[in-house]
C-alpha cells in the first residue's frame, strides 16, 4: 500500500512540475542553507584551531605588562632576565621547554633591496616551541649562542622580499649595524591572527644582544616561550608561572602582576566556541525557511485536496477507507519535502565546497548533519501535510462525488 501510494505521488507531483517546483523552494533553500551554515561552521572551527596551533605545541607566553590593550600597557615594566626562564623552567616539572626571546625591527639589506623585519633573538629549543620547520639549511645550535655567531634563519616572507627567487643560503644580508650570515630558510607558516608569521628572522639571543641592540641591562628579555607537557592543566599551570614571578619580580599581595601569561589553548576553545555559538545562531535563521517551506505544503496539498475531492469521492465510494486516503495525502506531502531535502543536500554540497575555496576554511562532509537535515525536511511534510490529508479523509463519499 505504501509502494502505491508513492507511486501516485509521483504521478500527481509531475503532472504539475512547476506547482511542485514552488512548493518544495522553501524546503530545499532552508535545508541547503542550514547544511552550508553548519558545514562552513565547523571549517571555520577547525581553522582557527589550526592557526592557533601553528603558533606553538601547548605554548604559552609570558610578557610584561598585566594584559592588552590600554590598561595592559608595558610601558614602564621592567622585563624578564635569562635567569627567570633558567628558574620556571628548573622549579615547574609541568613546563617540556622553555626559550628566553628578545625581538627587534630592524633594517634589513641585501644588494639593493632594504625593509624592516621583525628580529627575534633566542635559543635552539624556541623552533620545538613554536613548531617552526626548516625548508632549506639548518638551525642554528647551542655552540652558536654561547660564542655569539652572526647567523640567523629566515621566514619565507624574507626570502621573498630580499632574494626574489634566488637561494638565499650562504649569503650575508645587513641587519642594523652587523653583517649576518643566512644558514637556513624556515618553512612556510602563513598568515595567523597577529599577522604574517613569514615575516621573521631568528638568530642566535647572544649574537641579538651583543652585535645588534647592546646589553645595557640584565632585564632585556621581551617575552619567554614555554612549552607544556601534554595533558597539563594550563590554569595551574599559569598559577605556578604567576607564583614564581610575582616572588622573582618582588611584587606584595596588594601587588597586581605587572606581567600576563597568553594561552593558545585557552585562546583556541573560546574562539572555537564563540563560531559554534555563531554557527547556531546562523542556523537557527536558516531553519525558519523549513518552516515557511512547510506552510507552503500545507497550502498546496489543501489546495490539491479541493481539485481532486471528486477523486476521493469515487475511492471512497469503492471501499477505500479514510485510513487509506489520509496515508495517501501524507506520503504525498512527504515525498514533496524530501525531494526538496535531496535538492537542497546536493545544493548544499556544492555551495559548501566552493565556499569554503573561497573563505579558505577546511571542508569536510558531515553525513549526520545532511541526515539530520534530510530527516527534518520529511518531518516537516509529515507535520504540515497532516492537516491537508486528515481533511481528506473526513470527506463524506455522497458529498465528494456530487463536488464539481
Given at each position: ?15 504539475n512540475m512547476t506547482r511542485a517546483f514552488l512548493t518544495v523552494l522553501g524546503i530545499f533553500i532552508g535545508v541547503a542553507s542550514i547544511i552550508t551554515m553548519v558545514t562552513l561552521g565547523e571549517g571555520a572551527t577547525q581553522a582557527v584551531k589550526e592557526q592557533i596551533s601553528s603558533l ?315 541526515l539530520i537535515a534530510f530527516l527534518f525536511s520529511a518531518a516537516v511534510g509529515v507535520l504540515f501535510g497532516y492537516t491537508p490529508a486528515r481533511r481528506a479523509a473526513r470527506l463524506n463519499p455522497i458529498d465528494a462525488l456530487r463536488h464539481e
Amino acid at each position: 500500500m505504501i509502494w502505491n501510494a508513492f507511486a501516485i505521488a509521483l504521478r500527481e507531483i509531475s503532472r504539475n512540475m512547476t506547482r511542485a517546483f514552488l512548493t518544495v523552494l522553501g524546503i530545499f533553500i532552508g535545508v541547503a542553507s542550514i547544511i552550508t551554515m553548519v558545514t562552513l561552521g565547523e571549517g571555520a572551527t577547525q581553522a582557527v584551531k589550526e592557526q592557533i596551533s601553528s603558533l606553538g605545541s601547548n605554548l604559552l607566553t609570558l610578557r610584561p605588562g598585566s594584559g592588552f590593550g590600554s590598561r595592559g600597557s608595558s610601558a614602564g615594566v621592567p622585563h624578564f632576565t635569562e635567569k627567570d626562564a633558567v628558574a620556571l623552567g628548573d622549579q615547574i616539572s609541568s613546563i617540556a621547554a622553555i626559550a628566553p626571546v628578545n625581538m627587534a625591527s630592524l633594517s634589513t639589506i641585501y644588494g639593493h633591496n632594504a625593509r624592516i623585519s621583525n628580529v627575534t633573538g633566542t635559543t635552539p629549543i624556541y623552533f620545538q616551541i613554536n613548531k617552526w620547520h626548516l625548508a632549506e639549511g639548518r638551525f642554528f645550535t647551542e655552540g652558536d649562542v654561547r660564542s655569539g655567531t652572526a647567523v640567523c634563519v629566515i621566514g619565507n616572507t624574507v626570502r621573498t622580499e630580499l632574494f626574489g627567487d634566488a637561494d638565499p643560503l650562504g649569503s650575508k644580508i645587513r641587519i642594523g649595524r652587523a653583517s649576518v650570515e643566512i644558514i637556513g630558510l624556515l618553512a612556510t607558516k602563513g598568515q595567523a591572527g597577529m599577522g604574517d608569521q613569514d615575516d621573521t628572522i631568528i638568530m642566535p639571543l647572544s649574537a641579538l644582544q651583543r652585535r645588534l641592540i647592546g646589553k645595557v641591562s640584565a632585564n632585556d628579555i621581551s617575552q619567554i616561550s614555554i612549552s607544556a607537557v601534554e595533558g597539563t592543566d594550563s590554569i595551574r599551570l599559569i598559577d605556578e608561572i604567576s607564583r614564581i614571578m610575582r616572588a622573582r619580580r618582588n611584587l606584595e599581595s596588594n601587588q597586581d602582576n605587572d606581567f600576563n601569561v597568553f594561552d593558545t589553548r585557552q585562546i583556541a576553545e573560546t574562539l572555537g566556541s564563540t563560531t559554534q555559538l555563531m554557527t547556531m545562531l546562523l542556523t537557527a535563521v536558516a531553519a525558519v525557511s523549513l518552516l515557511v517551506g512547510g506552510i507552503g505544503i500545507m497550502n498546496i496539498m489543501l489546495v490539491s485536496v479541493t481539485e481532486r475531492t471528486h477523486e476521493i469521492g469515487i475511492r471512497l465510494a469503492i471501499g477505500a477507507s479514510a485510513r487509506e486516503v489520509l496515508l495517501q495525502f501524507l506520503v504525498e506531502a512527504m515525498t514533496l519535502s524530501c525531494i526538496g531535502g535531496i535538492v537542497g543536500i546536493l545544493l548544499a554540497l556544492g555551495l559548501c565546497y566552493g565556499l569554503a575555496q573561497v573563505i579558505k576554511v577546511p571542508f569536510h562532509f558531515n553525513f549526520q548533519i545532511n541526515l539530520i537535515a534530510f530527516l527534518f525536511s520529511a518531518a516537516v511534510g509529515v507535520l504540515f501535510g497532516y492537516t491537508p490529508a486528515r481533511r481528506a479523509a473526513r470527506l463524506n463519499p455522497i458529498d465528494a462525488l456530487r463536488h464539481e
